[in-house]
């Protein structure tokens, strides 16, 4: 028998070959900013880092075997315990990821929507958004102790993750049924609120059709840590749970190259597709644009014309590897949606986040993006809002409001800055805009400045177009504004057409007349505002805000309007001590 001090050395060097292989890209950071700023990344001569130690090698086998927090799903209720983790697959043991970063996450920073005079603009355009993922990611930080950063805060995400019970149309062939209110300002007297409400038609789930979906998933070094890759196989679990005989999922995966982790198999073989959930594991680099190519491939290779055909990407959104433009993957991806195949994304992680890339892709893609934060939010997700998240209702959901100068002397809408199209786009069919899902709501908020208070903003025009306004006063009564809503039907090139005007005889006295659903809608926009450090809000506290939306909550069943006055709540006492971001 050789003596074990004669084997040491062979183990060593055996450990840092292995390291030196398997050890990441150089300049990662670098690249995820040069992909951010919409240039493809450039081969830089960099000294590859030192392998790791056997050492650190055996204290990172250490910590892969501590005890880790496992969470199960019984029905409606969430039980915790703490089990050992799972022992990773072998190849995960030779490949440590790099460190990340604190505050290296990227979002798309826009500046807010400001005040538009009616008379030099009256009409103002936007595309619809049903994502989620700026709501998640803003109360992660929030129950992590900090406040997000400004430009992670998109009010209109906020807003529309919750369910609203807005009137529901009653007919597929026309799936919206558009709805409105006007109420008072509750952060300014001398304002007004237009709250517009769009609602989507919800599919019955035995009407629904099949699925052929391709979960491309990020398996590089990064989505080791266990609100990553492991977070998802869970919420993958819930998803299995969900399909039926006739849905088809297939698996592939993405690191230093791609692989297929399951070839498409039927919802009836749930065994064998969580089997292959609960073999990925995470290491290597992250060639994005690659498992693109090869998971948008497969959907094409097995498309079905009567079934809803979607790639998920599963990724911290850091593609380093391979195609990384974001103008190259963004124009394959707007390609790709043509033939009927659309892109959908799941976001998780913190520190290396690349939520901008994320946005842009998802909107390219006809889909949607979301934030996984938790356990539960992979619940709400993949399985309780699996009917607005996969199945399509409408594509190119636009809205446009033309403002009445004889009532309005200017607007703002809240949020949308990532969405806003010029007027001309509306009824061009060929620009692309948001797509809803079964049972989808929308929220859109204008802050409006009625004319009597017009003198407040400007001077009066010496050749003013005073006959312009008695004519539209005379041709549209107390009409505010005036709503449209543009769609297509899946599978149809031209549009259709939804109109309503607001009148001002709608306009509720009160903030407290307005329905709860209007009010907490209210309540959230104004506290995306405040975090965003909006001046129009500043002077209405946390606690109005609290106050309103506890005022709002209504019927809370699952418990989202609770959590939004504890958030609120949370971000009051961050200010108070100095919590980071803006206050």
Known sequence: MRHPSAVLPVMAAVSLLLAACS?????????????????????????????????????ALKQQHQPQQRVTVTGSSIASSYLPAPAPPPMAYSRVAPPIQPGMDKFPDKTANGVVLVEEQPVSTFSTDVDTASYAYVRRQLTEGQLPPAAAVRVEEM????????????????????TTNVMPSPWSADKQLVHIAVRGYDVKAAERAPMNVVLLVDVSGSMGPQDRLPLLKQGFHLFAQQLRPQDRIAIVTYANGTNVALEPTSGKDRQ???DAIDALGAGGGTAGGAGLQRAYAMAERH?????????????DGDFNVGVSDPRELEKFIAEKRKSGVYLSILGVGEGNLNDALMQRLAQSGNGNAAYIDSLLEARKTLSEELGS??????????VQVEFNPARVAAYRLVGYETRMLARQDFKDDKVDAGDMGAGHSVTAIY???????AGKLVDPLRYGADRGKKAANAATGDELCFVRLRYKLPGESSSRLVEQPVRAASDHKTLQAAPLDARFAVAVAAFGQRLRGEPQVMGYSHAEIADLANGARGVDSEGYRAEFVRLVRQAEALAKVGGSGQP
Do not use: C, W
């Not at 802050?447 to 208070?453: K, M």
């Open 447 to 453: 802050e409006i400045t009625p004319a009597a208070a």
């Open 159 to 178: 807003v529309n993750y919750f369910p609203y019970d807005y009137v529901r149309p009653t007919n597929r062939a026309q799936p919206f049924a558009l």
């Open 272 to 274: 064998k597709i969580l």
């Open 389 to 398: 998240t996969m199945f399509p209702i409408a594509n190119d959901v636009k």
């Open 303 to 315: 498309f079905d014309a009567k079934a809803v055909n979607r790639v998920v990407l599963a990724t």
């Open 23 to 59: 050890a990441p890209e150089p300049n990662q950071h670098m690249r995820a900013n040069e992909v951010t700023a919409g240039t493809a990344p450039q081969p830089a001569a960099v000294a590859q880092p030192p392998a790791a130690s056997p050492a650190a090698e055996a204290a």
